[in-house]
Each structure stands twice: as structure tokens, then as C-alpha cells.
């Protein structure tokens, strides 16, 4: 905006050198004329901070709604941001007065009553020059926010190696008793008799959710000395399948193998960790976690639990036919039908206890609230920035044409087309764009 103070206030100071050239006739000095136009610079900054506060008092519950940020409305009270106004005021004043000032402050009084006004190419460059600032910084925050909306788009459609849609997500029971795992048991198997229910499964953690059960693990005999904290969690024998991770080697927890309980798999990321070559190598690998000596008998593909800006972390999963999560795969849209369906067993094997659910890819895509409400603020102002700019160009291109106004209509006697002229008049802002565009 400051930008576009300069170049229209400079391109429209040859309407104003009859003034400034009568002035210093009557004994204006040049001193006199700069204090004039960084007074008329001051006041329209003026207004224009009048408007801008009225506009943010108007603008401030839509805003920190979009935002999320619970900015209390007495911030526009305190010293901080009257005295950040004060200094933006200032400086928008100056620097965009002081140029227009000095270009007609230095008009030749005889020259001027003349009629011999000389328009620089100086001029025309430093004009130039503030187009190409204006549309670097458009050019860059359009970039800015399709680079944020790709990587956005990108994070939610990039497959997490584990299949999340379609699953609806019931919390574990609050209140439990010494039938919890048995209950369990026969809650699964009632709710897959339910139509539109193609399987269930029984985790303590599910992608999206923050894992705080940790322990040391280390090999037997190879590998690092010391034992690596790393992330647990207990499955039941539905969880891998059921959740479309792709084992490496070895098995999952099968019911064809009593015992399991005292096995365990690793993924990938663990699997480096504990200096295995490669997957295979890590079968029936024995380890002691924690205080228990188990075998390692499957290395499962890594996955995102969390969102794609945090690293894969090592994992141990353990075998427990009871958990906080029960993870219900749909095959129908209908998912009411399910939920009134689902709360029959669900008091019967848990009184009292409320059914609490939610789908899953709504429930990871959550992470992501943040960086949606970046991306739409950064639009709002990329419009506006190019909105700004593209106003200056307008009252640029059209004091411009003005001036070539006799010119044009000798073209038009001459033979000239319409769409000849356009062209020739838009040659001289195309090329300052197409080189904000480079730099940009």
C-alpha cells in the first residue's frame, strides 16, 4: 500500500507543477513544500489508521474464530499494540511521503509556468522498480499458499501404511471388573453379527493417539548394551489384518499358537534399532523387555500413528485380548444402524457405562487443525496483498494511458487496432510482472 502511495503520488505530480512552480513564485521555500506533501502523506495515513483499528474491533470475533487464537478484545487497550500502531503510522507516513516530496518539492518554477516539465527515466525506473517489489511479494505468498495447501492435501491423502477409513472407533469401558477381558470376548463376537459390521478389534492405542507406554528393550545377545526405551502397545489377533499393515517377516499373533502372549513383534524402525540386518534376521530373535525374556515372531511394516511431521517411532506390540480401543472396519454408510446396534450388547456386557465413538480419519486429521486454519489465514491475506497490488497497477496503468491519451488517438487515425494499443500499452507493466515472477 505504501507502494502504491509512491508510485501514484509521484505519477500524478505533473498535474501538480503549476502549483508547486506558483508557490516557490510567491516565496515558498522547498523546505515549505516537503513539510506540505509529508502533511498530506500523514493525514491519509491517519485515516487510514482510523479505519484499519475500526476494522479490527469489527473483525475481531470472526477472526479468532478462523484462527483459534482466544485473543481477549482488551489487547486493543494495551501499550504493545498502541505503540506498534504508533510505529507502523510513522514510518508508513515517511516513507512513503518523503519520495513524492522531494520529486515535486524540485520542480524549477521557471520550467514549470512554461510548460517544460521533464519526465525523468529515473523516475520511470524507481516506479518500475516498486511494481516489480509489489508482485515479488504477491508472486511469493501465492506460491506460499500453494505450497501450504499442497503439503496439507499431501499429509492427509498419503497412505500412512495402515488403513484408517471406514473404521469407527468406540472407547473402552471407564468402569471395569475382573470380567473386562472375558466381556470383551463376547462383545466382539455380538458385534460381528451386526450387518454392515465387516470386523473388530481390540487395541491400547490407535493412529492419532499419543502412546505413553514405554519400556526399556534389548537383545538377548547381539545388539546395543544398553536397553532402548521404545513405545508399547498391546493388539489383539484382528488388530494387524484388520488395519491393512503389511507384515515384513515372520507372523502375526495367531490363535493357532498358544503361547503368544509371551512373543511379541517389532517394526521396522525397532527392528534398525536393535541392529538386525534386515526383518528376516530378527525371527525368533529372543529379547527381554522389560523384566520378561519373549521371542521376537513378526517385524511389521512401519506406519504413521502419529501425523506425517513426526517421526516413525519404534514400536513393540504385544499380544492382549483387551484394550481402551475397540476398532470397528464398516462396509456401510449407514453408521447409525451400527451405533443403535452396537449399544445393545454394549450395555449388556458394560452397565452403565456410556457409548462413546467417533470415526477415525476424522479423529487423525485432527493433528492437522492447525495447519488448516494457517493455511486459510495465509490465503485471506494472500488475497488482500494481491488485491493492494494489483489496485497500484490499475491506477498506475490507467494515470498512464491518460498521458498517452493524444498519442493513442493518432495510432487509432493511423490504422491502429483496438487490440494493437492494448497490447503496446500493457507491454510496459507485463515486463516488470514477468520479472517479479523470476525473482519471486
Known amino acids: ?242 488395519y491393512e499393515i503389511k507384515v515384513l517377516a515372520g507372523r502375526n499373533f495367531d490363535k493357532k499358537f498358544p503361547g503368544d502372549d509371551k512373543r511379541l513383534m517389532i517394526n521396522e524402525s525397532l527392528s534398525k534399532e536393535l541392529q538386525f540386518k534386515n526383518p528376516q534376521e530378527a525371527m525368533g530373535a529372543m529379547v527381554v523387555d522389560g523384566r520378561d525374556t519373549m521371542e521376537i515372531v513378526g517385524v511389521l511394516q512401519d506406519y504413521h500413528q502419529m501425523s506425517l511431521k513426526a517421526k516413525v517411532i519404534p514400536v513393540v506390540f504385544r499380544l492382549r485380548e483387551q484394550g481402551s480401543f475397540l476398532s ?18 454394549w450395555e449388556t456386557f458394560f452397565p452403565g457405562n456410556p457409548l462413546d465413538y467417533f470415526f477415525l480419519d476424522q479423529f487423525f486429521n485432527r493433528q492437522y487443525e492447525r495447519d488448516d486454519r494457517f493455511g486459510e489465514v495465509f490465503t485471506i491475506f494472500t488475497v488482500l496483498a494481491i488485491f493492494i497490488a494489483s489496485l497500484g497497477l490499475l491506477g498506475l496503468a490507467s494515470f498512464m494511458t491518460l498521458q498517452r491519451t493524444r498519442e493513442i488517438g493518432i495510432r487509432k487515425v493511423l490504422g491502429s487496432s483496438v487490440s494493437g494499443i492494448v497490447v503496446l500499452l500493457s507491454k510496459g507493466f507485463m515486463q516488470p510482472v514477468l520479472m517479479a515472477i523470476v525473482i519471486a
Do not use: C
Request: aromatic residues 10%; positive net charge; charged residues 20%.
Open 1 to 242: 500500500a505504501w507502494v502504491n502511495y509512491v508510485n501514484l503520488a509521484t505519477a500524478r505530480s505533473f498535474k501538480r507543477a503549476n502549483e508547486v512552480g506558483v508557490r516557490k513564485v510567491v516565496g515558498a521555500f522547498k523546505g515549505q513544500l516537503i513539510s506540505q506533501f509529508l502533511t498530506e502523506s500523514f493525514i491519509l495515513n491517519i485515516i487510514a489508521a482510523v479505519l484499519a483499528i475500526a476494522a479490527v474491533r469489527l473483525l475481531w470475533n470472526p477472526f479468532s474464530e478462523l484462527t483459534g487464537w482466544n485473543i481477549p478484545l482488551d489487547f486493543i487497550l494495551q501499550r504493545d499494540f498502541w505503540l506498534l500502531v504508533l510505529i507502523l503510522f510513522t514510518i508508513g507516513a515517511v516513507l512513503s511521503g518523503f519520495y513524492p516530496a522531494i520529486i515535486l518539492s524540485s520542480f524549477k518554477p521557471v520550467s514549470v509556468l512554461k510548460g517544460k516539465v521533464m519526465r525523468s527515466s529515473g523516475g520511470s525506473y524507481i516506479r518500475k522498480g516498486l511494481v516489480v517489489f509489489q508482485f515479488v511479494a504477491s508472486v511469493f505468498l501465492i506460491s506460499g499458499s500453494l505450497i501450504v495447501f499442497q503439503q496439507l492435501n499431501y499429509m492427509k491423502n498419503k497412505d500412512l501404511g495402515a488403513d484408517i477409513s471406514q473404521t469407527l472407533i468406540i472407547k473402552g469401558p471407564r468402569v471395569i471388573d475382573s470380567l473386562f477381558a472375558q466381556n470383551t470376548e463376547a462383545l466382539k463376537t455380538e458385534v460381528l453379527r451386526i450387518a454392515g459390521v465387516k470386523g473388530i478389534s481390540v487395541s491400547s492405542s490407535i493412529p492419532g493417539e499419543e502412546n505413553y507406554w514405554t519400556r526399556g528393550i534389548r537383545r538377548l545377545s547381539g545388539g546395543p548394551e544398553a536397553p532402548n526405551v521404545v513405545t508399547h502397545m498391546s493388539v489383539d489377533h484382528e488388530h494387524v489384518p484388520q
Open 328 to 345: 470397528l472396519k464398516l462396509e456401510t454408510e449407514n453408521y447409525r444402524d451400527v451405533i443403535d446396534a452396537v449399544k445393545r450388547p
